[in-house]
């Protein structure tokens, strides 16, 4: 990524909890120390065979997730906005799969972050099934 990490403030904290209600619905989920990382419009998030090694949540801001072929044109598959999230990121950290895909932002803003040991340790993995995301 090209900005740096940082812890979540409380604020943002709560700002994650009303983009995600249901996260302030599962014991500890919102508790947890988030890491921040912060972006600017135009920087590229994700490059293709990168190591998908987090659980990703947007706070603020736009992302559009494309594909890139041999001749480096793009196609946009979808954008993602605060309340969302990418798809391919998640079936990416479940199957322990490197990025096939460009993320970049199309907007300044900030996403959070947990480690995939978090994600696969069983405490954020088993309770993604009763968040209505």
């Known amino acids: 990524m090209a900005a740096y990490a940082m812890e979540l403030k409380p604020s943002e904290q709560r700002v994650l909890s ?8 599962v014991p500890g989920l919102s ?5 921040k990382q912060a972006f600017k419009s135009g920087d590229v998030l994700f490059k293709p065979g990168q190591p ?10 736009t992302i559009r997730v494309q594909l890139q072929n041999d ?3 793009n196609l946009l598959l979808y954008r993602i906005e605060p309340g969302q999230l990418c798809i391919h990121s998640l079936i990416n950290l479940i199957n322990d ?5 460009i993320t970049s932002a199309d907007s300044d803003g900030w996403l959070c972050w947990a480690e995939r040991s978090s994600f696969r340790s069983g405490w954020i993995a088993p309770r993604l099934s009763t968040l209505d995301l």
């Open 18 to 25: 009303d983009i995600f209600p249901s996260v302030a619905e």
């Open 31 to 35: 508790d947890y120390a988030w890491n």
């Open 52 to 61: 998908c090694n987090r659980f990703v949540l947007l706070g603020h801001g």
């Open 71 to 73: 001749q480096g044109r």
């Open 97 to 101: 799969q490197n990025f096939s895909y």
